[in-house]
């Protein structure tokens, strides 16, 4: 079985890590001062927070996006899928 590991490290005005995350039931939550993006995803969250390995045994989507943005915005979205054959 194929086992990944998902890295997901934001930053914010050229280089600088987010303060605080917080995780909800299918997201993760990037704070800092006035700025939120999130990631979405059917992925396991503690798995993605904790960057362990994990097996992948369906298809997984990710969806990182400026929170409170608008699904139609196609700027301020990106859409990973991880596929298995």
């Not at 503690?46 to 196609?74: D, K, M, Q, W």
Request: glycine share 6%; aromatic share 10%.
């Amino acid at each position: 079985m194929p086992r990944i590991t998902i890295r997901f490290r934001p930053t914010h005005d050229y280089g600088h890590h987010f303060t605080h995350q917080s995780v909800g039931s299918n997201h993760i939550r990037y704070i800092h001062e006035g700025s939120v993006i999130r990631l979405t995803s059917d992925a396991p969250l503690s798995y993605i927070e904790s960057e362990a390995p994990f097996v992948v045994t369906r298809p997984l989507h990710l969806v990182f996006a400026n929170s409170g943005a608008r699904p139609a915005s196609i700027f301020t979205r990106s859409l990973v899928v991880i596929g298995i054959r």
